[in-house]
Structures are given as C-alpha cells and as structure tokens.
C-alpha cells in the first residue's frame, strides 16, 4: 500500500513537459521591479529553457510562437517564496498525526487515541502540534495524561513552535528517562512539581534525549514525505522556499527527485549545523543544480527557543514567569566561532533567534565579524521577534536581512503580551521600524509551525489583524508594511535573502518563469478577500505544477 501510495504522489509532481517559445496570454499581470515597484502586463512570453524572453504590456505587438495558453483574464503574479519554512517537517507532518487544529486537551486526546487506533501497525506514534497555550491549559500536558490515550506504544508528538516534546510512559521508558536524567545544555526536563520525575515534556536540547530513540525515516518514507511537501507548498502558489535546518538525509531525498526529474520546487537549503554544512557541501555553498532549482546557502544556527516554551532567551525575566530567562541554546564564544568558519567558506548563517537577549547577541556578533568579512554577505538573523528597541539600528548596518515571519504577530500576540508584559513590546515583530532604520525583510511562514498560506502571511504584514480582524485598525500598526513591500517579502526580497536575485522572484525577461495564477489582485484585495485567495495554477520554470481543476 505504502509503495502504490508513493508512486502515486511521485506521479503528481512530475510536471508538464516544457512548451517551447509558449505566450501566455490574456492575463492580468504584476510583478515587483528591482526598485520595488509595480509593473503591470497582459502577456508572457516563455523560451525553451522557461526562462522569461519577453514581458508584453496592453497594445504590445504579441510574436509568433510555437504555442499559446489563455489566461482567460486571470491574475497572474510571480512564484511565491517562502523564506523560512521547514520543508521534510511539511512533508512528514501531513503523514502524521497534526494536533494544530485542536482546542483543548480532551480534544487532542481524543484525537490521538483515534489516530493510534487507525494506525495499529505503526511501532511509535508520532505527531505535532499541540499547544496548551491554545488550550488553555496554563501549564505543560504530562506523560499520565497521554497513557490515557494511548498506553500500548511509545507517543512523542513536538510542539506547535518546534520547541518542545510531549512523550507518554513508554516512549521516555525507551529513551531510558528517569529521575535522574538531568537537564543538557541548553535544554530543560520538564519535571512534576515538588520532584525530579520527568513530567513527559522536553524543552529544546532536552528534545535530543528523546529523538535519539525514535527510528528514523527510511529513504522510501523521506520521498514520500517530500513528494507530498511538493504538492502542499505548490497547492498555496509557492515555487521557492528557504529550507532551514537541511540534513545531509534530506538533501538525498532531494537530489533523488532532482536525478528522477520529479523536483518542482526550487530550495535554497541552510544545512542543519556545521557538520550537516560540511556533509552536504564541503569546504564552499554547492552550485545551482537541476535548473536552479537546488543550492546549499548556508547554515541554520539556533540561539535560543520559542517563547511558548518559555525558551526563547530575554534580557529580564519572562512577566507570567519570574525567575526564568530563557534558554541560550550556545554562548558567544561558541556562535562567533561558526559565524567564522562559515564565513570563511562564504556560506551564509541563518540564526534563529527570538528573544531580544538572543537578538542581541547574535547581531553584536554579526557586527563583529563583519568588519574582518566585508562584501555581500546578506547575514540573516531567522524570526527575530522580540528586539530590545536599543538594538534595532544594527539590522541596518553590514546588510543584516531580518527573515520574519507575519502570521506568528497575530498567532503568538496574546503570548508575547503575557510572556513580556506591555512595556517590552516596543520592538516585537517590528517590520516597518526595522526597514526604516535600513534593514532588509524577507518574509516566511516558518511551516510547519505555521500554515505555509503566503496570503495569510500578506494580511498579517499589512494589517497586523488576525483572521478574525482583530485587534481592530491593527496591533502596533506602525510596524504594519504596505501591499507592495509584503509581495516583495515573499517574491523579490526573499530571492535576494537567499542570493536568486535574477533567477528567479520577479516576472522580469531573464528570470525563471515562475508564476502563479489566482482569483483575485492581491493589491487591490480587502484583508478579508487577500485571505481567501484561491491558487488556480502554480508554474515552476514554464511548466504547470498544479492544477486547482
């Protein structure tokens, strides 16, 4: 069954074969230009090697060509790009068991004890997820409480963010977790109160004592998972993505599709620390392979965790926490010594950090090292959500790219006011102040902790109001973007972020001819209509990918 299945989706992502000197016509076009602005068009004109040869505005004479598509008057905008997303979790996730669209506790275990009932055969029982924020619960779920689901198998199932492992009795039992596993560096047991006996929940580096004894993926499953990741991210209109957190497993999985002409997504991988750098490309970044559809940047790096699992590091105490200030995940020394090897090989860091104690580091080591490694090294910090106000000026100097994610404003913004209090928000998820002060964006959705939809992401970028409209007129609303600059972020800007500029990210003659049709302007769409956006065709280098009919 497993083997027909992956036939089957493997099937799917092979695209259309390329149509030679192909026009598009009858569409209504736009695109952003090197300056950042708007440029309409009526046609597209697509050579060979589906690469853009001409952009046709309205009474322009249309040239003869092997083949014509219609349009049919539809609005036809660049590839989307994704600039921070997880693309084997996106895969793997939706072979799993998702707990994101749950309420409650009593909801996920229901959920849970069904899947596993549905799933006999599977030796662990695996997911992600869950979030008690959401749920209400003011506190972590234990091992006790997921034996009431399932007590036959091992459960591991990681948090929403990414950050934390849920695991029931079996599953710590074959880990070999006791009460005297202490915390490891950078990570915390969580533990029931008044004793040292492991609660069931892993925080950051404390998640590796229970990975360690999950099997993992076979090569025939990471295609799998990766095939359906494919047909996911191309169904919401994404062409290209950012990879973070790349491993030498997963670069197989794609250098597999690419040799089996089944790769439609064009990945600018960041290998999953050093040594998967060095694994995956040697001693320098690889080239463009498969058509530019594949490239080892740089290198994912993590200074600290997420705010939902109170690791993400802060300068003073978390308000609803006293005491704790997060978890630094290395120390300067550390950070500063691979922000050098990697710079003397000319990869590009990309290091996650979100509390303004872990921006902060990151950005003075940045500042730093800059000085000894001039030139156009686009250093990126990912997500930088909380920014001591004191620290945002450093995000314009040396070309420091802020990789930001819009819907985790309006998903985390109740938990960023509790985890800080009012009086520390003045630089949380600070898009406009940063570009004012000569930073560069680049815009992602950071799935799957997130819906990988970029039309979520363009509302929440220009509005910073939820689904629900809320808070209504916006929540900082000076950091609010406009229409232009939020398209940029997911096309234009997230290209240059990972070095494609010129490949690929605008409708521009010479670039890639990637496109998306959908059903409405997105720059002209109310907040409500820019959510709704239906993709009706996604294209990757003139070949169609996916089809909503």
Known sequence: MKRKLLAALLACTVATPALADVLIDNVEGLTIDENG????????????????????????RKPQTDFREDGQGRVMIPGLIDAHAHVMG???????????????????????????????????????GWNQEKWGLGRFPTAAELDSAVSDRPVYLQRVDGHAGWANSLA????????????????RVERLPGSQVPSGVFVDGAEDLMTRAIPAPRPVERDLAFAEAQRVLHRFGITAVADMGTTIEDWQAYRRAGDAGTLTLRIMAYAGGPENMELIAGARPSPWLYEDKLRLNGVKLYMDGALGSRGAWLKRPYADDPGNTGLPLMTGAQLRNILVRAAQGNFQPAIHAIGDAADAEVLNAITEIAESFPGDRRWRVEHAQIVDPADLPLFGQHGIIASMQPVHQTSDRLMAEARLGPDRLEGAYAWNTILSLGGRLAFGSDAPVESPDPFAGLAAASTRMDANGQPF?????????????????????????????????????????????????????????????????????????????
């Open 172 to 187: 710590m039992e074959a880990a070999g977790i006791t009460a005297a596993t202490k915390n490891p560096s950078g990570g």
């Open 90 to 128: 996106i895969g793997i996730g939706a072979l799993t068991l998702d707990l994101s669209d749950t309420n409650s506790l009593d909801e996920a275990l229901e959920k849970i004890r069904t899947f596993a009932a549905e799933n006999e055969a599977r030796p662990w029982i695996l997911g992600r």
């Open 473 to 549: 007129g916006g929540w900082r609303p000076q950091d609010r973007v406009n229409r232009e600059q939020a398209l940029a972020g997911f096309t234009i800007d997230a290209a240059f972020a990972g070095f494609a500029e010129g490949r690929f990210g605008r409708l521009l003659p010479g670039e890639r001819a990637d496109f998306v049709l959908v059903d409405r302007d997105p720059l002209l769409a109310t907040p409500a209509e820019l959510r709704a956006t239906k993709v009706l065709e996604t294209w990757v280098g003139g070949r169609k990918v996916y089809d909503a009919d």
């Open 37 to 60: 602005k708007v440029k309409r068009f009526t046609a597209l004109v697509i050579d060979d090697d589906g690469k853009i040869a001409q952009v046709l505005e309205r009474g322009d």
